[in-house]
């Protein structure tokens, strides 16, 4: 069969499907690479389950920050160069009576969290870099 | 030409039209994380999906709605009122009862590894004070006098205890927590959560990316470092839940006293176990509120501690109930049952040596 010329294709037409191709091709790209963002790494802090701060780590001061509850007080600190991002959280000190927070040691990557219970304080990470191969939960 | 352009547009577009889809629905960005303070421990519920907020929150609140029923401590719960009616009955309540039907029940299949008279002897401990004492022979003696099943009485949602006995649900109370969350995702049409209840775990469905739930087991002997792990497992819908005396312990004289009490001694339990993890499926169709598996895990991790490694694995061999186990030793092993083999992955850098048995 032979088409009659007006529906020959043309080199505009050309260009049209190339635009398109072009445009959902962008779209796409967009909307999948949004999905894999999660953030930049931050604190999130609760006392007594209320959430008191959500501040990410790179604008953590580089002295210390204090939360206090239930008349007890830790002392929180950010240590570079530790883990992915380079950036952690460790309590320094807590005038608590089971130091239990303090012996946590320095927190790095999201989902993982530094508890006093006497103090009724949790400061947990969300956010930054997924570690596929980190455990999504820790019993024990 | 223009059919090899005409598919490859069309493929593009239902690619972005995915996409879209994808974000605007999404069940697996809903997410919504929570955490609580209760029952002594810290409680992460980490939901997915459209009423993700509303399911954790509903969560929070059957929690402290257990807290506050079987508290031991608070003199308005009926624990208390029936630890101090003096041998009186009490109605408990159709809840209270079936709990403690349960927990009579693994008293039994265990052989009292698992007791909730236990309670005034872990006093005397001053685990449930936090003033922690050793107490004497004596004093150990008169109060065993006291534990065991057979001071219990139990009949039409009321009970009755032999003056002196006290219960505490403590060791099944996180387990049962999780059976009633377990319901409220349910209803609640969760696709996807992880519940963590302390030691107690419940991994429900998958990751958003398909692949299994990621749980670490704490090194017991490394029991504050947040990366340290004695194994990892690998979990889609499972109860997992672990018993060790690193969770609470206290040392006097240059000895260690932790907080699992045998029931035939009353002293912590020496059974050369530092951990027990007990596994099992969460079958969503027998998702009913009432104390199911999750339960059953509680218990058996805590009996299963008390019973050491040789009766541990011969109560699994028995296969009087469903479920698997990862045993931490003292002397440096780790030891998986073979149902969740291909579940488990060993941590390298942990030190330990592997076995799995059958």
Known sequence: MKLSPKLQPCRWDGLVVLLVVVLAAACALAVWSRGTDTGELTAVVTVDGVETERIPLKEFPDGERTYSGNGYTLHVRLEASQGETGLGLYVAAADCPTQDCVHTGTITRAGQSIVCLPARVIIRLEGGTVDRDAPDVVIG | ?358
Not at chain 2, 67 to 79: G, P
Request: with cysteine; hydrophobic share 40%; proline share 4%.
């Open chain 2, 1 to 358: 030409m223009r059919r090899f352009a005409a598919a490859l547009l069309a493929a593009l577009m239902t690619v972005g039209l995915c996409g879209c889809s994808w974000q605007t629905e999404s069940p697996d960005e809903a997410r919504e994380v929570i955490q609580v303070i209760a029952m002594d421990t810290v409680m992460i519920f980490t939901t997915y999906g459209e009423k993700s907020t509303h399911a954790d929150y509903l969560s929070e609140d059957e929690v402290r709605r257990l807290e506050s029923l079987l508290s031991r401590t608070d003199e308005n719960s009926v624990i208390w009122q029936l630890n101090y009616a003096g041998g009186l009955g009490i109605d408990v309540g159709e809840e209270v009862c079936g709990l403690m039907e349960a927990a009579e029940e693994y008293a039994m299949v265990t052989d009292g590894a698992f007791d909730i008279t236990i309670a005034p002897v872990v006093s005397a401990w001053g685990f449930t004070e936090e003033e922690n004492r050793v107490p004497s022979q004596e004093e150990l003696d008169k109060l065993l006098a006291l534990v065991g099943p057979e001071h219990i009485t139990l009949a039409d949602d009321a009970a009755a205890l032999t003056p002196g006995t006290q219960i505490d649900l403590g060791g099944i109370a996180k387990g049962y927590a999780s059976d009633r969350i377990a319901e409220i995702l349910q209803e609640n049409n969760i696709p996807r959560a992880t519940i963590s209840l302390g030691g107690n775990v419940l991994a429900w469905g998958d990751r958003p990316d398909g692949t299994p739930w990621r749980v670490g087991i704490q090194d017991p002997k490394d029991p504050n470092n947040a990366n340290a792990f004695a194994g990892m497992l690998h979990l889609t819908d499972a109860f997992a839940v672990t018993s060790g005396g690193y969770q609470r312990f206290f040392e006097k004289d240059g000895k260690t006293y932790h907080h699992i009490i045998d029931p035939a001694t009353g002293y912590p339990a020496d059974s050369g176990l530092t951990s027990v993890t007990v596994v099992a499926d969460c079958d969503r169709d027998e998702v009913d509120g009432t104390p199911g598996v999750g339960t059953m895990c509680d218990a058996l991790s805590t009996a299963l501690f008390v019973m050491g490694e040789e009766k541990a694995l011969d109560f699994w061999r028995s296969s009087a109930y469903d479920f698997d186990l990862v045993l931490v030793t003292e002397d440096g092993r780790v030891v998986v049952t073979d149902g969740i083999a291909n579940e488990f992955e060993e941590i390298k850098e942990s030190g330990y040596s592997y076995e799995v048995v059958s």
